[in-house]
Protein backbone atom coordinates (compact mmCIF):
# COMPACT_ATOMS: atom_id res chain seq x y z
CA UNK A 1 0.00 0.00 0.00
CA UNK A 2 1.16 3.72 -0.31
CA UNK A 3 1.47 4.45 3.31
CA UNK A 4 1.75 2.08 6.82
CA UNK A 5 -2.05 1.22 7.71
CA UNK A 6 -3.07 -0.07 11.53
CA UNK A 7 -6.54 -1.51 12.47
CA UNK A 8 -8.53 -1.19 14.42
CA UNK A 9 -8.66 2.50 14.57
CA UNK A 10 -10.70 2.40 17.64
CA UNK A 11 -10.50 0.03 20.10
CA UNK A 12 -12.89 -0.07 23.26
CA UNK A 13 -12.66 -3.05 25.94
CA UNK A 14 -12.76 -4.14 28.75
CA UNK A 15 -10.72 -4.36 32.06
CA UNK A 16 -9.09 -7.73 31.57
CA UNK A 17 -10.31 -8.69 28.09
CA UNK A 18 -7.28 -9.34 25.30
CA UNK A 19 -6.87 -7.27 22.45
CA UNK A 20 -5.03 -7.59 19.15
CA UNK A 21 -3.85 -4.54 17.40
CA UNK A 22 -2.59 -4.90 13.72
CA UNK A 23 -0.11 -3.04 11.55
CA UNK A 24 0.98 -3.34 7.53
CA UNK A 25 4.16 -1.77 7.13
CA UNK A 26 4.68 -0.26 3.74
CA UNK A 27 5.93 -2.38 0.97
CA UNK A 28 9.53 -3.30 1.12
CA UNK A 29 10.38 -1.80 5.07
CA UNK A 30 11.87 -3.87 6.68
CA UNK A 31 12.09 -1.88 10.25
CA UNK A 32 9.23 -2.03 11.81
CA UNK A 33 8.44 -0.12 15.49
CA UNK A 34 5.21 0.10 18.15
CA UNK A 35 5.11 2.94 20.31
CA UNK A 36 2.54 3.98 22.25
CA UNK A 37 1.05 8.03 22.91
CA UNK A 38 -0.77 8.93 26.34
CA UNK A 39 -3.06 11.59 26.35
CA UNK A 40 -0.87 14.70 26.34
CA UNK A 41 2.37 12.90 26.16
CA UNK A 42 5.17 11.63 23.85
CA UNK A 43 5.87 8.45 22.30
CA UNK A 44 7.00 6.11 24.15
CA UNK A 45 9.36 3.02 22.48
CA UNK A 46 7.26 -0.44 23.28
CA UNK A 47 9.36 -2.80 20.44
CA UNK A 48 11.23 -2.46 17.43
CA UNK A 49 11.55 -5.38 14.60
CA UNK A 50 14.88 -5.28 11.66
CA UNK A 51 14.22 -8.03 9.63
CA UNK A 52 14.96 -11.57 10.83
CA UNK A 53 17.04 -9.82 13.64
CA UNK A 54 15.63 -10.64 17.13
CA UNK A 55 13.28 -8.12 18.24
CA UNK A 56 14.31 -4.97 20.38
CA UNK A 57 11.79 -5.87 23.20
CA UNK A 58 13.17 -3.32 25.63
CA UNK A 59 10.39 -1.15 25.89
CA UNK A 60 7.64 -3.22 26.09
CA UNK A 61 6.02 -2.29 30.08
CA UNK A 62 5.14 -5.67 31.53
CA UNK A 63 4.81 -9.09 30.52
CA UNK A 64 1.27 -8.56 29.64
CA UNK A 65 2.51 -7.07 26.33
CA UNK A 66 3.94 -8.86 23.19
CA UNK A 67 4.38 -8.64 19.65
CA UNK A 68 4.94 -10.24 16.58
CA UNK A 69 5.82 -9.91 13.25
CA UNK A 70 5.64 -12.53 10.35
CA UNK A 71 6.80 -13.14 7.45
CA UNK A 72 8.79 -9.62 7.67
CA UNK A 73 5.65 -7.94 7.12
CA UNK A 74 2.66 -7.49 8.90
CA UNK A 75 2.56 -7.19 13.08
CA UNK A 76 0.37 -7.36 15.93
CA UNK A 77 0.51 -6.49 19.28
CA UNK A 78 -1.47 -7.82 21.58
CA UNK A 79 -2.12 -6.85 25.16
CA UNK A 80 -3.73 -9.73 27.43
CA UNK A 81 -5.68 -8.46 30.45
CA UNK A 82 -5.94 -4.86 29.64
CA UNK A 83 -5.76 -2.39 32.25
CA UNK A 84 -7.25 1.10 32.45
CA UNK A 85 -3.59 2.40 32.26
CA UNK A 86 -2.96 0.62 29.00
CA UNK A 87 -5.43 3.48 27.24
CA UNK A 88 -3.52 5.02 24.70
CA UNK A 89 -2.98 5.95 21.17
CA UNK A 90 -0.74 2.85 19.64
CA UNK A 91 1.00 3.96 16.90
CA UNK A 92 3.15 2.09 14.40
CA UNK A 93 5.86 2.93 12.00
CA UNK A 94 8.10 1.42 9.42
CA UNK A 95 11.64 2.51 8.06
CA UNK A 96 13.67 1.33 5.09
CA UNK A 97 16.60 -0.48 5.61
CA UNK A 98 19.82 2.14 5.55
CA UNK A 99 17.50 5.02 6.24
CA UNK A 100 16.60 7.14 9.41
CA UNK A 101 12.96 8.00 8.17
CA UNK A 102 10.48 6.34 10.35
CA UNK A 103 6.65 6.70 8.68
CA UNK A 104 3.89 6.08 11.15
CA UNK A 105 0.37 4.73 10.83
CA UNK A 106 -2.48 6.77 11.32
CA UNK A 107 -2.83 4.99 15.46
CA UNK A 108 -5.04 2.43 16.94
CA UNK A 109 -7.11 4.14 19.54
CA UNK A 110 -7.01 1.64 22.76
CA UNK A 111 -9.71 3.06 25.45
CA UNK A 112 -10.14 0.28 28.59
CA UNK A 113 -13.47 0.79 30.41
CA UNK B 1 18.46 6.28 30.44
CA UNK B 2 19.42 8.62 27.42
CA UNK B 3 16.66 11.21 27.41
CA UNK B 4 15.30 13.59 24.65
CA UNK B 5 13.49 17.01 26.59
CA UNK B 6 11.40 19.55 25.08
CA UNK B 7 9.24 22.68 26.78
CA UNK B 8 6.01 21.39 26.23
CA UNK B 9 4.51 24.76 25.79
CA UNK B 10 2.19 26.18 24.67
CA UNK B 11 4.36 28.74 22.63
CA UNK B 12 2.56 31.31 21.14
CA UNK B 13 3.39 33.38 17.99
CA UNK B 14 1.68 35.65 16.00
CA UNK B 15 1.22 35.18 12.21
CA UNK B 16 4.32 36.00 10.01
CA UNK B 17 7.06 35.63 13.22
CA UNK B 18 9.49 33.46 13.78
CA UNK B 19 8.87 30.42 15.94
CA UNK B 20 11.82 28.66 17.76
CA UNK B 21 11.60 25.47 18.65
CA UNK B 22 14.16 24.03 21.22
CA UNK B 23 15.31 20.45 22.05
CA UNK B 24 18.28 18.91 24.11
CA UNK B 25 19.29 15.67 24.59
CA UNK B 26 21.44 13.48 27.05
CA UNK B 27 23.43 10.70 24.77
CA UNK B 28 26.36 12.70 23.61
CA UNK B 29 26.98 10.14 20.99
CA UNK B 30 23.80 10.90 19.11
CA UNK B 31 24.34 11.56 15.34
CA UNK B 32 20.96 12.10 14.26
CA UNK B 33 18.06 14.39 14.98
CA UNK B 34 14.66 14.55 13.65
CA UNK B 35 11.66 16.88 13.88
CA UNK B 36 8.25 15.56 13.84
CA UNK B 37 5.01 17.56 13.60
CA UNK B 38 1.47 16.36 15.22
CA UNK B 39 -1.85 17.73 14.19
CA UNK B 40 -4.08 16.97 17.24
CA UNK B 41 -5.31 13.70 16.64
CA UNK B 42 -3.31 12.88 13.78
CA UNK B 43 0.66 10.71 13.91
CA UNK B 44 3.71 12.17 13.60
CA UNK B 45 4.60 13.51 10.06
CA UNK B 46 8.62 14.12 9.46
CA UNK B 47 9.69 17.95 9.08
CA UNK B 48 13.41 17.71 8.91
CA UNK B 49 16.45 15.79 9.91
CA UNK B 50 19.74 16.95 10.45
CA UNK B 51 23.27 15.04 11.18
CA UNK B 52 25.61 18.09 10.83
CA UNK B 53 26.49 20.99 13.45
CA UNK B 54 25.12 23.91 12.03
CA UNK B 55 21.88 24.72 9.86
CA UNK B 56 19.85 23.21 7.63
CA UNK B 57 17.23 24.85 5.58
CA UNK B 58 14.65 23.75 3.90
CA UNK B 59 11.57 26.29 2.74
CA UNK B 60 10.31 27.55 5.90
CA UNK B 61 11.71 25.51 8.01
CA UNK B 62 15.49 25.98 9.79
CA UNK B 63 17.54 23.00 11.93
CA UNK B 64 20.23 23.75 13.99
CA UNK B 65 22.31 21.75 15.60
CA UNK B 66 25.35 22.52 18.54
CA UNK B 67 25.97 18.93 19.49
CA UNK B 68 29.09 20.18 21.82
CA UNK B 69 25.72 22.12 23.48
CA UNK B 70 23.44 19.10 22.87
CA UNK B 71 21.19 21.59 21.43
CA UNK B 72 18.73 21.06 18.82
CA UNK B 73 16.64 23.37 17.39
CA UNK B 74 13.62 24.09 14.79
CA UNK B 75 12.45 27.81 13.35
CA UNK B 76 10.05 28.24 11.43
CA UNK B 77 9.72 31.30 9.74
CA UNK B 78 6.60 33.33 8.50
CA UNK B 79 4.84 31.27 10.96
CA UNK B 80 1.10 30.35 9.88
CA UNK B 81 -1.92 29.08 11.61
CA UNK B 82 -1.53 26.08 9.45
CA UNK B 83 1.98 25.47 11.31
CA UNK B 84 -0.03 25.50 14.74
CA UNK B 85 1.25 22.05 15.95
CA UNK B 86 2.52 19.73 18.75
CA UNK B 87 6.22 19.53 17.46
CA UNK B 88 8.04 16.47 18.57
CA UNK B 89 12.04 15.99 18.54
CA UNK B 90 13.63 12.26 18.30
CA UNK B 91 16.83 10.70 18.09
CA UNK B 92 17.91 7.36 17.77
CA UNK B 93 20.24 5.86 20.81
CA UNK B 94 23.51 5.75 19.69
CA UNK B 95 24.72 2.77 17.74
CA UNK B 96 20.91 1.71 17.26
CA UNK B 97 17.68 2.48 15.76
CA UNK B 98 16.04 2.92 19.07
CA UNK B 99 14.05 6.05 18.53
CA UNK B 100 13.74 8.52 22.31
CA UNK B 101 10.89 10.97 21.69
CA UNK B 102 10.44 14.19 23.43
CA UNK B 103 6.98 15.07 24.91
CA UNK B 104 6.61 17.57 22.49
CA UNK B 105 5.91 21.44 22.38
CA UNK B 106 2.71 22.50 21.11
CA UNK B 107 2.60 26.01 18.57
CA UNK B 108 0.25 28.10 18.35
CA UNK B 109 0.24 30.31 15.32
CA UNK B 110 -2.22 33.24 16.14
CA UNK B 111 -3.91 34.51 12.97
Known amino acids: GAGVSQSPSNKVTEKGKDVELRCDPI?????LYWYRQSLGQGLEFLIY????????KSGLPSDRFSAERTGGSVSTLTIQRTQQEDSAVYLC???????????FGPGTRLTVL | QKEVEQNSGPLSVPEGAIASLNCTYS??????FFWYRQYSGKSPELIMF????GDKEDGRFTAQLNKASQYVSLLIRDSQPSDSATYLC???????????FGTGTRLKVLA
Open chain 1, 93 to 103: ASRLAGTDTQY
Open chain 1, 27 to 31: SGHTA
Open chain 1, 49 to 56: FQGNSAPD
Open chain 2, 27 to 32: DRGSQS
Open chain 2, 50 to 53: IYSN
Open chain 2, 90 to 100: ASPISGTYKYI
